[in-house]
């Protein structure tokens, strides 16, 4: 296999949204599969909308999802620098390249006479070329002065990986400005050169760029370059599939994912399959299976619906994969920023063992905060809450009493309160109140918890403890008692 040489640039200009978090780990299987380079540039010549830590957060997010580099910032390579900025005089001289051979020429026309070509054409209903305004005699290019392409329209083929064979027509090329009053480059141009110089061999890239490739093929040519191999990524659509996905949508940033406790497997899992498959029913990914199995040929062509309910759903999987693997101990770790204020009084012990038993019903980890509470403190007291239980209203309130007291008089006799122990306890409490499970343990669960669901009752009360157990159930006993007075 060839080695691909590939980049993900993005442009620090906010957020990293998973649109864009997608658009790197594509390049990034192709080039750990064929043994070749993933590079990081930063594309940051849009100065007007650059973010302040914008570039940190990009870092920050791919080596949150193990999406290593091989060039770039922190790293370093042979074609350093990695900011776009700092190769601004580079770029000047590859333009000056273009000018020397007739391909580009410098453009002093300002603005106003710009819009009133633009305003012309569309008066004449024709659209509207920058080509055809083009100025018959330019000077020599002087700093603050646009450089711009001097365009040789004509029909253009290309194949792309993931949209097959295109085409387009001399009316979709213009004279596009290479270098702006700035002297910045545009992206346009800037990306041709820096593909070429870091030996760049496979662009992946959004699927609103296509409209764009012409130009960029007019580029390759007036440079006598070989173009790369070419991957358009179709749109990630809102959940009614009906448009690109935005932040009204939904979705959110990365960052926010991983507050939410979305974890980094889960992410990374869901992405990649988000808009490709190889051909198997399989949905859980390792990134050593994704490396494996990924093919640019199984990128789907049309765009793919993000679904949050099959993002939590594939997070409460890893979250039962890794504890299966890892063990509790291990994962622990990932959870220490969710639990409730209120744990802060407990060791990691207590912590883990309250994990151990709630960890498989968990989407993710900020669920800890909502569904642990109840371990760390005393429940908010809703008697009304109980009685309205749909296996505990059928029972007055004296016969929820009797059941409680026999709870308490058989629980309080268990001496090495253990799970086995309440079990055994438990078991023997349907025998001798002869009430069926579903009832029975649904007033013993919310008596202790007031939550809507909890583990099962013997790892529950096994983790409570004793002392805590017999105490939320005489508080309930007592308000039966009061509310019957």
Known sequence: ??????????????????????????????????????????????????????????????????????????????????????????????????????????????????????????????????????????????????????????????????????????????????????????????????????????????????????????????????????????????????????????????????????????????LACLGWNDGTEQEIYTKEELIKNFSLDHIQNSGARYDEVKLLWMNGQWIRKLVSEQGIDKFYVRTVDFWPNSAENFDDNYKKRVLSIIYDRLKTLSDLREMTTYFFEDPKFDIEQLLANKFVKKFSEQELFSMLEATIVKLSSINNWNEENLKIALNELLETTGKKPAELFSLIRISVSFAPFSPALDLTLNVLGKETTLSRLNKVKTALVLDQQ
């Open 1 to 270: 296999m060839k080695k691909i040489v590939t980049r993900f640039a993005p442009s620090p200009t906010g957020y990293i949204h998973i649109g864009n978090v997608r658009s790197a780990i594509y390049p990034y299987l192709a080039a750990r599969q064929s043994g070749g380079t993933f590079i990081l540039r930063i594309e940051d010549t849009d100065q007007a909308r650059y973010v302040e830590g914008a570039t940190d957060l990009i870092m920050d997010t791919l080596k949150w999802l193990g999406l290593d580099w091989d060039e770039g910032p922190e790293v370093g390579g042979p074609n350093a620098p990695y900011f776009q900025t700092q190769r601004k005089n580079l770029y000047l001289q590859w333009a000056k390249k273009l000018i020397a051979n007739g391909r580009a020429y410098a453009d002093p026309t300002d603005s106003n006479t710009i819009q009133g070509y633009r305003d012309s054409d569309n008066a004449k209903k024709i659209p509207y070329l920058y080509r055809n305004h083009r100025p018959e005699i330019t000077p020599e290019w002087q700093p603050g002065m646009p450089i711009r392409f001097k365009a040789d329209p004509k029909p253009r083929k290309w194949h792309d990986e993931v949209m097959g064979d295109l085409s387009a027509g001399p009316e979709v090329q213009d004279d596009i400005i290479l270098i702006k009053k700035d002297g910045l480059p545009t992206y346009n141009f800037a990306h041709i050169v820096d593909d070429f110089l870091m030996n760049v061999n496979m662009v992946a890239r959004g699927v609103e760029y296509l409209s764009s490739t012409p130009n960029y093929l007019a580029l390759y040519e007036a440079f006598g370059i070989d173009q790369p191999l070419l991957v358009s990524l179709p749109h990630i659509l809102a959940p009614q599939g009906n448009k690109k996905l935005g932040k009204r949508d939904g979705a959110k940033s990365a960052t926010e994912y991983r507050d939410d406790g979305i974890l980094p497997e889960a992410m990374l899992n869901y």
